[in-house]
């Protein structure tokens, strides 16, 4: 299929707003793809050459794209950088640019996108001595055979701005409208998705194999599942009502989340909730279940803690230094780890996380051996609820946030934030209010002190149904001077001109300045009220900015639903 077509699209997108049009316009064109370019079209509807959980990176420096432009159109490097610069979108550069090309650079042949896939995943690979060159001229290959309007989408596409406010539960529901005609039949493929996280495959097996083939999709090593996430309740005498009997208590970390993967070949993956591949990051941990967890094959999953001398544990802060590139090996010695293991979903061929919770224990406790730097989480199994209360108190005064009730016949609900597990924090224990994983999607100027940096942020919950983000606070308590001076730099990246497709504001809340939903803060508020106001119809009181969520995608934010729900129990 020629880019060309993708790129018609990629046009209409840019200019709607409505989450309903952008559905119809993709379901309309998938309908038309050939089946064997369904899974590159997913993708690259979301601007991706792959799923997320690859982790590909295409290593291009800005200097490079800008050479490969300059190679493609005839123009000097000097040129094209300064209408980069001018523009604010290196797209936009490359589409004037090549629109001036002389007469006598014709184009190479055309664009096909399974052309652009392989150039993109070839750029990917090439490493080494003279990296960036051979890297530069695949790219300005790929620029030769463009149009100015493909270069413009290619290049965006490079660079990781390829911005259609087009989210992936929005490809999921035109994937559905387009192959099944119905757009119910989403959940099924989000059932798939969840077990199954890459748009391309779910595509894929769509087109082929229909929705039985979806109905079929498996665990596999090696590729992530989504995470399964608690859900919360008023009071611990509700615990006997949602889970009726013995429960397992287990404590509740304040750590990062990680799904640890081990294939036949011995080799280990580490993937973090937002699926992204980790593993360069923790060398110590891998070393760690290597030595401590006894199975050919597996899937576990648990929480890893920052830990002092005497193995307490040190704030998610903390732990958030050893996510870096560099010097990693310095800072696995200054800040040792701990995975406090809780779930086993796969052991040696056979699928585990449908399985009772019971079971799965049963068979994780047979392939762990307690070591250094691996540990079985903190358990106990009872109805007694004075003995639940006595334990998360312990789990209190061991530095710990707080418990998790587990369903002992419950499965492992990918994705979902289920009733087979609930959470119990200190914060609801003494009535602090509750905490909220909220999206940033604009800011205000700050006045007075504040004058010069941002005042307040608006923050927003995710609406799953609709793949939308409505606000519900504004925040401006709990920004340390210090934090004030980070946060244009660390919201620079997702800064946008206009309010984004997704993002839904009331114009009493109009920002300042808006951004894409990309960055999630953790929030403690007092309380929800009714709110005219904000586009979710309720707003919390008293937010208070407690640290980034960087472990959290927008989507894996508190959702408008889980926020409507608390409002209503109180
Ligand atoms: P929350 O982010 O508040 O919704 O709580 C869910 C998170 O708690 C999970 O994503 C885990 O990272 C974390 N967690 C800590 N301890 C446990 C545990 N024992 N079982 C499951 N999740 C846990």
């Known amino acids: ?139 300005a290959s790929l620029l030769q055979k463009a149009s100015p309007l493909e270069a413009k989408y290619l290049t965006r596409i490079v660079l990781g701005t390829l911005r259609m406010g087009v989210g992936e539960m929005t490809v999921l529901d035109a994937l559905a409208l387009a192959y099944t005609g119905e757009k119910k039949n989403k ?165 585990q996380f449908q399985e009772p919770y019971e079971k799965r224990l049963a068979q994780l406790q047979k392939i762990l051996r307690e070591g250094e730097g691996v540990m079985p989480a903190d358990r106990l199994i009872t109805d007694d609820l004075e003995k639940i209360d006595r334990f998360f108190h312990e789990m209190l005064d061991q530095g710990y946030e707080g418990i998790m009730l587990k369903s002992l016949s419950g499965e492992y609900q990918a994705g979902t934030r289920g009733w087979n597990w609930i959470k119990w924090k200190k914060e609801y224990a003494k009535d602090l209010g509750d905490t909220f994983d909220l999206v940033v999607v604009g800011a205000y100027h700050g006045r007075g002190k504040r004058s010069g940096m941002y005042g307040a942020l608006l923050c927003a919950a995710y609406n799953r149904e609709n793949d939308s983000f409505e606000t519900v606070c504004k925040l401006g308590t709990g920004l340390t001077d210090e934090l004030l001076e980070e946060l244009p730099k660390k919201l620079a990246k997702y800064k946008v001109g206009q309010k984004p ?27 929800i009220t009714k709110s005219p106001h904000h586009t979710l119809g309720l707003a919390l009181r008293f937010p208070r900015f407690l640290h980034f969520r960087d472990d959290k995608t927008a989507e894996q934010a508190t959702t408008t639903k889980e926020i409507k729900e608390m409002k209503n129990k109180k």
């Open 1 to 139: 299929m020629q880019f060309k077509l993708l790129v018609d699209v990629y046009e209409q997108l840019e200019k709607i707003s409505s989450g309903n049009t952008m559905r119809e316009i993709l379901a309309n064109f998938f309908k038309t793809v050939p089946k064997e370019d369904i899974s590159i079209v997913a993708h690259l509807t979301l601007g991706q050459i792959d799923s997320q959980y690859e982790g590909i990176v295409l290593g291009l420096a800005e200097k490079s794209i800008i050479k490969a432009i300059a190679l493609a159109s005839g123009q000097s490097e000097t040129k094209v950088k300064e209408l980069v610069q001018k523009k604010g979108d290196a797209g936009l550069a490359a589409e004037e640019v090549l629109h001036k090309k002389p007469r006598t650079l014709v184009p190479v042949g055309t664009l096909t996108i399974h052309l652009l896939y392989e150039t993109l995943h070839k750029i990917a690979q090439t490493s080494g001595s003279g990296a960036q060159e051979k890297k530069t001229s695949l790219l």
């Open 187 to 351: 959940e099924i493929l989000e059932t798939a998705y969840n077990i199954c996280p890459d748009v391309g495959e779910i595509a894929k097996t769509l087109a082929h194999k229909g929705l039985k083939g979806l109905e079929k999709i498996e665990i596999h090593v090696g590729r992530p599942i989504k995470m399964m996430l608690a859900q919360r309740i008023e009071s611990l005498d509700e615990l006997t009502k949602k889970m009726p009997g013995k429960v397992a208590v287990e404590g509740k970390y304040d750590g990062e989340r990680v799904q640890a993967h081990k294939d036949t070949t011995g080799k280990i993956t580490l993937f973090s909730r937002r699926l992204d591949t980790i593993t360069a990051q923790f060398p110590d941990l891998v070393k760690h279940l290597e030595k401590h967890v006894k199975a050919k094959e597996y899937v576990i999953e648990g929480e890893i803690l920052a830990i002092d001398k005497k193995g307490r544990p040190l704030p998610f802060q903390t732990l958030m230094q050893r996510r870096r590139k560099y010097d990693v090996e310095q800072y696995a010695k200054d800040i040792p780890i701990q995975l406090k293991i809780f779930e086993l979903l796969y052991l040696d061929g056979k699928a």
């Open 501 to 527: 497709a997704r993002v839904h504001v009331s114009r009493e809340m109009e920002p300042d300045v808006w951004f894409e939903p990309k960055i999630v803060v953790e929030v403690l508020a007092a309380e």
